[in-house]
């Protein structure tokens, strides 16, 4: 069976777990949406992971660097419901 990051039934990853992707757009979805902890490994790396099942514990694996620095505010102004353009935000 093909295992893809992003098919959720595939259960490759659970809020927590650490995990070695290299695959930049998998990172940002195991960190954010599964709440899994994983940094862009290269490919040596994240292969060296799996043959060993341990990755090293830097970077988005520590507490420490999984809180947020910087804290964007955004009161949008609202459309008409029939024309809004919901999938993008309108900046002036």
Do not use: C, Q
């Not at 979805?29 to 599964?34: D, F």
């Not at 292969?47 to 090293?56: D, E």
């Not at 999984?66 to 999938?87: F, G, H, M, N, Q």
């Amino acid at each position: 069976m093909f295992l893809h990051p992003y098919n959720i039934y595939d259960n490759l990853a659970s809020f927590g777990d650490h995990v070695a992707w290299s695959e930049s757009s998998a990172i940002s979805y195991a960190n954010s949406v599964i709440g899994a902890r994983t940094n862009r490994e290269g490919g040596p790396g994240a292969l060296s992971a799996a043959l060993i099942g341990k990755t090293p514990n830097y970077g988005f694996h520590l507490d420490e660097n999984r809180r947020p620095v910087i804290l964007i505010e955004v009161e949008p102004e609202l459309y008409d419901s029939i024309t809004a353009p919901w999938d993008i935000l309108w900046v002036r």
